[in-house]
């Protein structure tokens, strides 16, 4: 069997003229050393004429450093076309991948993963790579070689020719049965690895937690295990190339021992010329060079194809949506957002939300609250079309969701979300994320009623001040705002705040809630937040609860109700009224 891979063959579009010009090259070195063996095999043959001149050696000499230099300058541009073709398969692959994730909406990262993303992309690929560099352009070559070699052969020594060749026909299904046991080695490699890789890097992210709560011992002594575990993996394909290379080996050196063996017997016999004995001595290596380059390569393609298995189920990955501009339109229209018995379920998991109606009118502001886990941030998601609904309908101004592709949907939707993701470079080119063609005026405009212009102004660099690898050099308070800026940049009709200050202090808080309560006024608000008291003012509050509806009204209505919304309420009211007092008696103690 060959190493063929569908994925792989699939993305080796516009590398084939690298490998084919591999191939060539390979065979131009060949010719050029079966040039060379034949001219040193008849010089080394004529040295024992007693005629042997030095103008006879000449001629020799001149065609034997021809033939070398022939086999560097091929050679050469051997190495430039391999780094060209490696060039060009990771930059194509990457491309591939990178594309693909992009392509990926919430629910799309979700199942595949961001360690499995990164891995594919980045160790991935380094492996992949060599299937392109090494192992076609050896697989061809393994073919074309000993063919020429037979032929260069046959007429020399017959019975070594055939010997040679049938020898190397054995080798490739032998090589294949090892090949099959690290195959399956190999997969079981590349999910340690992601195992690995993924604890560690969880591990640093937390690090901070590990260290308060006295854990970072355990969890050192976890990693050592799982990096045990994977050296155990490497180890064992260490084992099965070593065996495969011993018995390879054995039966390639013992196959040229008998060939000089052969020749031999003949040249005591007096069968073969002492020339021709050279020649099947020089040319009896070269025969199983291209077989033992292509079981190298294999061994190296075994971990892109294993790479490749894992990229395969993300490139097949469906990332197109639904959209039918021609669905019926609701009528009478709902002036807002409304969702009509929805349901959602993540894959692997129980339903999210259930049967799920409520409605988001323009230009008043709604809220959405209940315990973590009801389905608060899913129907957040669900607004966005993140993922579209199992069950139910989605209208937006009576245009069915489905009718809507998603990049013209968040043209009019936009969020804020529990922890704003900001990126390595300025502050200007963050907020350009949301308008690409936004001037500084327009820039400041959204800082200034986010109230954070000031702070921008105050820096040396104003909107160029650099902001740190993810935002590093800003805090908390100020990446939401940033955030906030940018959905007034987008100028969507509707922003969603999932959480949009639960990772922030107290003061920032009631800054980015004074920044909200101002765009009441020009937008229709849907507020997802754990502290009740900041959406009291909600034109309809929503009670979710195990991911129905369980409660809906204003909040006098609610708290008159026997429901979850009041025992909410009374519950933060009691926890605010106990950490007042507890910061009073701080207060107090600290001026005695």
Same mark, same amino acid.
């Given at each position: 069997?060959?190493l063929?891979?569908r994925?792989?063959?699939?993305?080796?579009?516009?590398?084939?003229?690298?490998?084919?010009?591999?191939?060539? +090259?390979?065979?131009?070195t060949?010719?050029g050393?079966?040039?060379f063996?034949?001219?040193?095999?008849? #010089?080394?043959?004529?040295?024992?004429?007693p005629?042997?001149?030095?103008?006879r050696?000449?001629?020799?000499?001149?065609?034997?450093?021809?033939?070398?230099a +022939?086999?560097?300058?091929s050679?050469?541009?051997?190495?430039?076309?391999e780094?060209?073709?490696?060039a060009g398969a990771?930059?194509?692959?990457?491309?591939?991948?990178?594309?693909?994730v992009?392509? *990926?909406d919430?629910?799309?990262v979700?199942?595949?993963?961001?360690v499995s993303?990164?891995?594919?992309?980045?160790?991935? =690929?380094e492996s992949m790579?060599s299937?392109?560099?090494q192992?076609?352009?050896?697989?061809?070559?393994?073919?074309l070689?000993p063919l020429y070699?037979?032929?260069?052969?046959?007429d020399?020594?017959?019975?070594?020719a055939?010997?040679?060749?049938c =020898?190397?026909?054995?080798?490739?299904?032998l090589?294949?049965?090892?090949?099959?046991?690290?195959?399956?080695?190999k997969?079981?490699?590349?999910?340690?690895?992601?195992d *690995?890789?993924?604890?560690y890097?969880?591990?640093v992210?937390?690090?901070?937690?590990?260290k308060? #709560?006295r854990?970072?011992e355990?969890r050192?002594?976890?990693?050592e295990k799982?990096?045990?575990?994977?050296?155990?993996?490497?180890?064992d =394909?260490?084992?099965?190339?070593?065996?495969s290379?011993?018995?390879?080996?054995g039966?390639?050196?013992?196959?040229?021992?008998?060939?000089l063996?052969?020749?031999?017997?003949?040249?005591?016999?007096?069968?073969m010329?002492?020339?021709?004995?050279?020649?099947?001595?020089l040319?009896?290596?070269?025969?199983?060079?291209a =077989?033992?380059?292509?079981?190298?390569?294999t061994?190296?393609?075994?971990?892109?194809?294993?790479?490749a298995d894992?990229v395969?189920? +993300?490139l097949?990955?469906d990332t197109?949506?639904?959209c039918?501009?021609?669905?019926?339109?609701?009528?009478?229209?709902?002036?807002?957002?409304?969702l009509?018995h929805?349901?959602?379920a993540y894959?692997?998991?129980?339903?999210?939300v259930?049967?799920?109606?409520?409605?988001?009118?323009?230009g008043?502001?709604?809220?959405?609250?209940?315990?973590?886990?009801?389905?608060?941030?899913?129907v957040?998601g669900?607004?966005l079309r993140?993922?579209?609904p199992?069950?139910?309908?989605?209208?937006?101004?009576?245009?069915?969701?489905l009718s809507v592709?998603?990049?013209?949907?968040?043209?009019h939707i936009?969020?804020?979300p529990?922890?704003?993701?900001?990126?390595?470079?300025t502050?200007?080119?963050?907020?350009?994320?949301?308008?690409?063609?936004?001037?500084?005026?327009?820039? +400041?405009?959204a800082?200034e009623?986010?109230?954070?212009k000031d702070?921008?102004?105050?820096?040396?660099?104003g909107?160029?001040?650099?902001?740190?690898?993810?935002?590093?050099k800003?805090?908390?308070?100020?990446?939401?705002?940033?955030?906030?800026?940018?959905?007034?940049?987008r100028?969507?009709e509707?922003i969603?705040?999932?959480e949009?200050?639960?990772?922030?202090?107290?003061?920032?808080e009631q800054?980015?809630?004074?920044?909200?309560?101002?765009?009441k006024e020009?937008?229709?608000?849907?507020?997802i937040s754990?502290?009740?008291?900041?959406?009291?003012?909600?034109d309809?509050?929503?009670?979710?609860?195990?991911?129905r509806v369980?409660q809906s009204g204003r909040?006098?209505?609610l708290?008159?109700?026997d429901?979850?919304?009041?025992?909410?309420?009374?519950?933060q009211?009691?926890?605010?009224?106990?950490?007042?007092?507890?910061?009073?008696?701080?207060?107090?103690?600290?001026?005695?």
């Amino acid at each position: 069997m060959l190493l063929l891979n569908r994925t792989l063959l699939r993305l080796s579009r516009g590398l084939w003229g690298y490998i084919a010009g591999i191939v060539a +090259l390979r065979l131009l070195t060949l010719a050029g050393a079966a040039a060379f063996a034949r001219v040193l095999s008849g #010089f080394l043959g004529d040295v024992l004429d007693p005629q042997m001149t030095v103008e006879r050696a000449g001629p020799a000499i001149a065609a034997a450093l021809l033939a070398a230099a +022939l086999m560097l300058l091929s050679e050469l541009m051997r190495g430039e076309m391999e780094y060209r073709c490696t060039a060009g398969a990771r930059e194509r692959l990457r491309t591939k991948i990178f594309s693909k994730v992009l392509e *990926l909406d919430a629910g799309g990262v979700e199942r595949i993963g961001p360690v499995s993303a990164i891995t594919s992309s980045v160790d991935g =690929v380094e492996s992949m790579q060599s299937y392109y560099s090494q192992y076609l352009p050896g697989l061809l070559y393994s073919v074309l070689a000993p063919l020429y070699l037979f032929f260069q052969l046959k007429d020399v020594f017959l019975p070594v020719a055939v010997l040679l060749l049938c =020898v190397t026909v054995v080798l490739l299904p032998l090589n294949n049965a090892f090949r099959l046991k690290i195959e399956r080695l190999k997969g079981e490699y590349w999910n340690t690895m992601e195992d *690995l890789t993924g604890y560690y890097l969880e591990s640093v992210q937390g690090l901070t937690t590990f260290k308060l #709560f006295r854990r970072d011992e355990e969890r050192t002594r976890v990693l050592e295990k799982k990096a045990a575990a994977y050296n155990d993996k490497i180890m064992d =394909v260490m084992r099965v190339n070593f065996s495969s290379f011993l018995v390879t080996d054995g039966l390639l050196y013992g196959a040229i021992a008998v060939s000089l063996g052969l020749a031999a017997a003949s040249l005591l016999r007096g069968e073969m010329e002492i020339a021709d004995g050279m020649m099947v001595l020089l040319l009896s290596y070269s025969f199983f060079d291209a =077989v033992r380059q292509l079981m190298s390569a294999t061994h190296a393609a075994l971990a892109g194809v294993s790479a490749a298995d894992k990229v395969e189920k +993300l490139l097949d990955m469906d990332t197109s949506r639904p959209c039918d501009p021609a669905l019926p339109r609701e009528e009478p229209a709902f002036p807002g957002i409304r969702l009509a018995h929805v349901s959602h379920a993540y894959a692997g998991r129980g339903a999210a939300v259930q049967d799920v109606s409520l409605e988001v009118e323009r230009g008043k502001v709604t809220a959405l609250v209940g315990l973590s886990g009801c389905g608060k941030s899913t129907v957040a998601g669900l607004l966005l079309r993140f993922f579209d609904p199992k069950e139910g309908k989605i209208w937006l101004e009576g245009r069915d969701y489905l009718s809507v592709s998603p990049e013209e949907l968040r043209r009019h939707i936009c969020m804020v979300p529990q922890s704003v993701s900001l990126f390595s470079g300025t502050i200007a080119e963050n907020l350009r994320i949301a308008k690409p063609d936004a001037t500084d005026e327009e820039l +400041l405009e959204a800082l200034e009623r986010v109230r954070l212009k000031d702070f921008v102004l105050r820096q040396e660099k104003g909107l160029e001040t650099d902001v740190g690898d993810a935002g590093a050099k800003l805090s908390g308070g100020q990446r939401q705002k940033i955030g906030i800026a940018r959905a007034l940049l987008r100028r969507a009709e509707y922003i969603v705040f999932d959480e949009a200050t639960s990772s922030v202090d107290r003061e920032s808080e009631q800054e980015i809630w004074a920044c909200i309560d101002a765009l009441k006024e020009t937008r229709t608000l849907v507020l997802i937040s754990h502290r009740l008291s900041t959406i009291a003012g909600a034109d309809r509050i929503y009670v979710l609860e195990n991911g129905r509806v369980a409660q809906s009204g204003r909040h006098e209505e609610l708290l008159s109700q026997d429901g979850l919304y009041r025992r909410l309420v009374r519950e933060q009211d009691e926890l605010e009224r106990h950490g007042m007092s507890a910061r009073a008696g701080q207060k107090g103690g600290r001026n005695a």
